[in-house]
Every structure is written in C-alpha cells, then in structure tokens.
C-alpha cells in the first residue's frame, strides 16, 4: 500500500484562534469599510489575505536569532547573510532592507527616471506604485496565455517575447531595465520556465537592457521548473535557483515569502556601480548597508530561512498545500487561475459573480462574501489593485479579476483548507443572488486597495 502525504515537519507550538458569528462579521466589515485590509487579526478565522511574513518559522531559525549580532556596522550577521545569498544567487553584492518594497524603493530611486518605461511580466502592485510615482510607465508582457484562467500551460508566468520586443524597440534607449517577477503573482502565482527566463534576457541584453528579478517566490518557481520543465527533474532547487539567476542583472526579494521571515528583504546585484548607487539611498532610507532597516537576528533567521526554503521536501510540502485546495474547489466546480500556482488559489470573480458588473468590482465584493461566510480573510487582485490610469484617471478594467487565497508556509493544516473551500463552495452555490456589488466612497491616489473605502450597493 502506498504511504499517503505527510508533512516535512512537525509541530512544537500552536496559537488559537476563534470563531466569530455572522453577526459580528457584518459588523466588524461594515466598520472597516468592506475593505478586508481594515479588519483586525482577532476578527479572522483563517487568514489568507497574504503569504508575506505570515508563516511559521524553524525552530533552527528560533536557533539563530539567538546568535544575531546587533552591531550597528560590520555585524557578523550580515557577513553569513551576506554569504548564503552569493552562494545561493551567484550575485556579489547584497543591501539588506526592511522588505522587499523598501529593496523596490532603494534601487528604483537610483534607476528610475521620469518618463522611462519599464517592462515586466504584470508588475505586482508595490512594483507598479513605484514605477509610476516616479512618473515612469510600468508596460505589462506577460503571454497571452496568462489571461485565459481555464487554461491549463505550465508557464502562465511566462514573458511575450514579441511584447517584449515591442517595447525595446519602440522605446530604445528609454528602458533602464526590465521587472522579470518569479514567480508572477498577478496573473495567480504562475511561474516562468527557465527557457523563457533565458530568451527573455537574451532578449533584453541584445538590447543593452539589464533586468531585475523580483524574486519573492523564486524557490516555488525553482521547484515548478523541476517538476514541469524537460531537463530539471534531476536538478536540486540549489541548481536551477543559480541557473536561474545566471541570466539576470540584479535582484530584489521581499524575503517576507520564500525566506521564511517575518520581515526581511534585500537587494543583490552583480554591478557595482548599481550596488555603489544603490547605497547612497539605503543610507538615508533604511540604515546602514550592512543592516539596512533589519536586526542581526532578523538577518541570521532570514539566512537559515533561505537555506531551508531551497531544499524540495520543504516546498514539496507547501505547495501541496495549495494543490489540495486547488482539488477541492475541482470537485465543487469553483473556477481558478489553471494550473495553481504556488502560494495561493486564485478564483476567478467575474466566472462567479456573473451577475456583478466590472464597475461593481466583482473580486472585491467576493472578498466580502467569504468573510462573511466564515471568517476567512482573501485578497483582491483585480480591477480595484490595478488603480487608475496614471493619466486618465479612469479605472482601469483590462486585465483578471482574482480573489486570492494565500496559503502560509508551514501555518495551516489540511482540515483549515477543506474549511476554506467549503465555505468557497456556500458562496459559489448562492452566487446567482449576489447581484449588486461595491462602490468606492474614497480611495488613496496611489495603491488605493490597501486603505480604500467601500460601501455595498
């Protein structure tokens, strides 16, 4: 008899949680303003909202903030941070930060000029705010693939090349890089296979464009280009993570996902002169480059992390996690971005609110619904996190509109999955009475979904 699944680790301390009434919840939304961002923990059940910084570290990991330095300048943390990251990545210098928006925000200031354009395969939101605050265009190319969710391709995330040349050409000597986001988040956590992470760069090099890898989820990216790409099945994570990042420029990662920190991020680059303009801003923004904006003992967690975070029972564990919901919401016939990704479910709104018109926001008033149902928090990641048209100022409406279920790493149990999809399944089953969704009362002029507010029609 074959032995089923079981996880690559044990539990040696738990928190509680509590169940609320639905009572409470319409209550607790109505006075966050149906924006989900706005509700307190203790008013969650299962918390989906985001896999950044919510997951459970190791005990080693416990170990090592023990050891941390805290060393204004020069601690011996950043130095086995500093040596796990070029082992790891191939790159030779490495700016910690806070997060990965701060890594965005230190290397963009030197990059980023008003009126460039920037490339990427769907920029993620921080991407995006950072790019257009600067007065620059933020111009997705991502497959076509990607915008068909009943689609089953192994590399969503994949970058059109064709796009892509469109880009380069049309704008030559205007692209200071180009965003290369693994695995890409916006279009449902989809990878990017090696091929295209090398044509894309070759592409970009012909053109005398460096590019950037965000690379919150690079080890989830590693293991699908193990277990879906001809050539790799027999490659460790550590190979095809150094592969990977061979045909790249630079990098910037929240460490919040893939290094299994609460809060951690940094920047790695082979460039000096990126690397010496680089810390010139991570002075005054985040502190002193050898601990910019985190402890000695954040950097030792965060180097422990990324170790155990590129070994394949680790992942195999968590993204199994996400392919058990992913089965579940099959059976009750709930629709996806196909084929899931690796750290969230991506439900497709507008296949389930048919009945709720685009302007409505069909993905954020499904976000409401779930709450409501059973305390489960998700996220939008649709037409109210694309903002408006930096221009226009006319929402724009062109691409998915996706309620994302996050999974945190090493956190959940199965049981808390089959939760979360029954009560997917309750909504789904009512979806024909929800006609009327939300509209917005008043929003931020940049990244508005984080602190919007919202009334129900």
């Not at 969230?344 to 149902?373: G, M, N, S």
């Not at 979360?420 to 990244?447: C, F, H, Q």
Request: proline share 3%; hydrophobic share 40%; aromatic share 10%.
């Amino acid at each position: 008899m074959e032995l089923p699944f079981a996880e690559s680790w044990k539990i040696k301390m738990v928190e509680p949680i509590r169940k609320s009434t639905r009572e409470e919840r319409e209550q607790w939304l109505k006075e966050a303003h149906y924006n989900v961002f706005q509700l307190k923990a203790e008013q969650v059940y299962i918390d989906c909202l985001t896999d950044s910084g919510t997951g459970a570290m190791s005990d080693r990991q416990w170990a090592e903030m023990m050891l941390g330095d805290e060393s204004y300048a020069g601690a011996t943390s950043f130095y086995k941070f500093e040596a796990v990251v070029q082992r790891l990545f191939g790159m030779k210098y490495v700016i910690p930060t806070h997060q990965g928006r701060a890594a965005e925000n230190v290397l963009f200031s030197y990059l980023v000029k008003e009126g460039q354009v920037i490339p990427g395969n769907a920029h993620f939101d921080t991407t995006k705010g950072h790019i257009e605050s600067r007065k620059a265009k933020a111009i997705d190319v991502t497959c076509d693939e990607a915008h068909n969710t009943q689609l089953e391709v192994p590399f969503k995330g994949n970058v059109g090349l064709e796009k892509l040349e469109r880009v380069l050409t049309e704008n030559k000597g205007n692209v200071p890089f180009m965003v290369l986001t693994v695995t890409n988040n916006t279009v449902g956590g989809q990878p990017v296979s090696m091929k295209n992470i090398r044509e894309t760069c070759e592409l970009c090099h012909k053109y005398g464009v460096p590019v950037v890898m965000d690379s919150a989820r690079f080890a989830e990216n590693a293991y699908f280009i193990k277990t879906r790409e001809e050539g790799y099945a027999d490659k460790t994570i550590k190979e095809i993570t150094r592969e990977m990042y061979s045909h790249v420029d630079a990098m910037t990662m929240s460490a919040k996902k893939d290094g299994l920190v609460n809060m951690g991020g940094f920047i790695a680059t082979n460039n000096k002169e990126w690397f010496e303009g680089a810390k010139l801003f991570c002075i005054p923004f985040e502190g002193y480059v050898t601990y910019g904006g985190m402890s000695g003992r954040d950097l030792n967690a965060l180097a422990q992390g990324l170790d155990e975070n590129t070994e394949f029972d680790m992942l195999h564990t968590r993204i199994h996690q996400v392919a058990f919901l992913a089965s579940l919401l099959d059976e009750y016939g709930i629709p996806y971005q196909r084929p899931a990704g690796g750290h969230a479910i991506f439900v497709d709104a507008d296949r389930v609110l048919t009945h709720v018109p685009k302007e409505e926001f069909p993905a954020q008033t499904l976000t409401c619904e779930l709450y409501l149902e059973a305390g489960i928090r998700g996220c939008e990641i649709g037409y109210m996190l694309a903002d408006r048209d930096p221009v226009t100022r006319e929402n724009r409406f062109g691409g998915l509109d996706l309620l994302r279920l996050c999974i945190a790493r090493r956190v959940y149990t199965d049981n808390h999955i089959r939760v979360i999809a029954a009560a997917l399944k309750n909504v789904y089953d009512r979806r024909e009475s929800i006609t009327r969704g939300v509209a917005i009362e008043w929003e931020a002029p940049l990244m508005r979904h984080f602190t919007v507010q919202l009334k129900r029609l």
